[in-house]
């Protein structure tokens, strides 16, 4: 089975840290994603990166940024977190593009809240 | 631009009953098309996938979705509800003639489906 490994499942930080959120996949997917996830508002793409050191921009990436470094390993940085950022994080991971059939599979989920 | 729409924020079933959790989509050419499933607390689970074929597809669970391509429909069945199906669950839709970024999936908003004893 696929595994896709969120580093925290809740998490709390104040205004203005930084925030890193990391996931790890174990499948060697090539596509991997980072979404947030609200209340009404279904799931918004925030980053997703097809290759290591790869990224492209999603539906919200204000505020955010991403690193994959490794092509296992996708994380997800807010650089000055705010309120505003407190969400449910999912990370997800799939094969490439070419195999567009494939499902992508999701870890847990990390809750951040903002203080 | 593609899309997805679950029409329904809630469906309620009675145990034993079966269940309907419908999804219509809007996709330039071929869509692939999928179900997950979210329990509380945790992240999307996929249930079932429509790519090509038998317009019936079955899944996990005792899932099944049925593809109607006139009526851009895939709704999710279940032919006897438990109260343990309770969850939120998600369709979702890729053109199958895109790469890159448009080949990413559009997710609907979720239909929270409540099953009571």
């Known amino acids: 089975d696929v595994k896709v490994t969120q580093s925290s499942r809740y998490l709390v930080k104040r205004t203005g840290e930084k925030v890193f959120l990391e996931c790890v996949q174990d499948?060697?997917?090539?596509?991997m994603f980072w979404y947030r996830q609200d209340p009404g508002l279904g799931l918004r793409l925030i980053y997703f990166?097809?290759?290591?050191?790869?990224?492209e921009k999603g539906d919200i990436p204000e505020g955010y940024s991403v690193s994959r470094e490794k092509k296992e390993r996708f994380s997800l940085i807010l650089e000055s977190a705010s309120t505003n950022q407190t969400s449910m994080y999912l990370c997800?991971?799939?094969?490439?593009?070419?195999?567009?059939?494939?499902?992508?599979?999701f870890g847990d989920g990390t809750r951040l809240s903002i203080l | 631009a593609q899309s997805v729409a679950q029409p329904e924020d809630q469906v309620n079933v009675a145990e034993g009953n079966p269940l309907t959790v419908k999804c219509t989509y809007s996709?330039?050419?071929?869509?692939?098309l999928f179900w997950y499933v979210q329990y509380p607390n945790r992240g999307l689970q996929f249930l079932l996938k429509y790519i090509t074929g038998d317009n019936l597809v079955k899944g996990s669970y005792g899932f099944e979705a049925e593809f109607n391509k006139s009526q851009t429909s895939f709704h999710l069945k279940k032919p006897s509800a438990l109260v343990s199906d309770s969850a939120l669950y998600f369709c979702a839709v890729r053109a199958s003639n895109y790469g890159g970024s448009q080949g990413n999936l559009i997710f609907g908003k979720g239909t929270k489906l409540s099953v009571k004893p």
């Open positions: 996709v330039s050419g071929n869509p692939y």
């Open positions: 997800a991971s799939s094969f490439g593009f070419r195999y567009s059939n494939q499902p992508q599979h």
């Open positions: 499948m060697d997917h090539e596509n």
């Open positions: 990166s097809y290759d290591v050191k790869m990224k």
